[in-house]
């Protein structure tokens, strides 16, 4: 008997309370998906397909350190492990468990990386002396390069954008973020401006689809697409490593605090859940802080 068959009551019932209660997106869902059918399978061939409840902390750690031993990157290991909590839990939830394994299961260390950004004279030069095509395929991609570093949404947020998520009364678009929660992102009336444009301006408009951006065929834009010219477009104004799309975000953030907005107002604004994943931006605005000292200050 396969993997999927032994465990797959518990397993898409799971996968049912995190589509349909918790509501989270379709990325985070097959990742849940993914990492649980990795384990579970190891759990057939070392272990032998033990019940749920006979399940071991001894049993995850074996299965983390073989990881580890894969090369697979801290980052992506507690990943994982969280991945396994919350199956548990909800194990625990709906009575099938009394304990979970996971209690003494800890997180492992992840080195903190500075994120990467764009100067602001780069993102310039991209929106001011780059020149796009003059046709549906040229107009989408400076549109779509603009709204990232405007509003610093991910990637899944902006492919995912309807044209009904604009608000052009107000100068503002709504996006839906991670687990479907709502949140507005204000922009400048020349970009909205633009927007409305594209958008009546469309070539074909297919039933049923009410994306904002699509391709000269009407569909939806595809991430791997995206992701593509995004680093094409970056890769002429900066020789930085990452050209994606995040870093666009991480540009946005960053030159948000050394402007000197606020950090809550810039945690809203990216949708962050917690403080903490905001409060890494504030390195730049340190590092700025200390050549302003250095170069002011007459003891410096």
């Known amino acids: 008997m396969s993997?999927?068959?032994?465990?797959?009551?518990?397993?898409?019932?799971?996968?049912?309370?995190?589509?349909?209660?918790?509501?989270?997106?379709?990325?985070?869902?097959?990742?849940?998906?993914?990492?649980?059918?990795?384990?579970?399978?190891f759990l057939t061939s070392q272990f032998d397909a033990p019940t749920l409840d006979n399940i071991t902390a001894a049993m995850v750690r074996s299965w983390l350190a073989e990881l580890k031993g894969n090369k697979l990157e801290a980052k992506s290991i507690n990943r994982k492990a969280s991945s396994l909590k919350s199956f548990f839990k909800y194990q625990m939830k709906i009575g099938v468990l009394q304990t979970t394994p996971m209690t003494t299961i800890s997180a492992l260390k992840v080195?903190?990386?500075?994120?990467?950004?764009?100067?602001?004279?780069?993102?310039?030069?991209?929106?001011?002396?780059?020149?796009?095509?003059?046709?549906?395929?040229?107009?989408?991609?400076?549109?779509?390069?603009?709204?990232?570093?405007?509003?610093?949404?991910?990637?899944?947020?902006?492919?995912?954008?309807?044209?009904?998520?604009?608000d052009a009364s107000l100068s503002q678009i709504?996006?839906?973020?991670?687990?479907?929660?709502?949140?507005?992102?204000?922009?400048?009336?020349a970009l909205m401006s633009e927007l409305l444009v594209y958008e009546n301006s469309k070539p074909i408009r297919l039933p049923k689809v009410d994306h904002l951006f699509t391709n000269n065929k009407g569909k939806p834009l595809q991430a791997r697409l995206v992701y593509q010219f995004v680093n094409d477009n970056l890769g002429l104004v900066t020789t930085i490593k990452k050209k994606s799309p995040h870093v666009l975000r991480h540009s946005f953030a960053t030159h948000l605090m050394n402007n000197g907005a606020d950090l809550n107002a810039v945690k809203e604004l990216l949708g962050h859940s917690s403080l903490a994943a905001t409060q890494v931006y504030t390195h730049n605005t340190i590092d700025k802080l200390k050549d302003v000292y250095k170069n002011a200050h007459p003891k410096a």
């Open 111 to 166: 080195r903190k990386r500075l994120p990467e950004f764009v100067q602001e004279n780069h993102l310039n030069t991209l929106f001011n002396h780059v020149e796009f095509t003059d046709d549906w395929d040229g107009r989408t991609k400076r549109l779509v390069l603009q709204l990232f570093y405007a509003t610093g949404m991910r990637l899944s947020e902006l492919i995912g954008l309807k044209s009904s998520f604009l």
């Open 3 to 41: 993997t999927t068959q032994i465990y797959q009551p518990q397993l898409q019932s799971f996968l049912n309370y995190i589509s349909f209660e918790k509501r989270y997106s379709s990325h985070t869902i097959t990742s849940y998906q993914n990492d649980l059918a990795q384990f579970l399978a």
């Open 174 to 189: 709504k996006v839906l973020g991670k687990g479907n929660k709502e949140r507005i992102i204000p922009i400048t009336k």
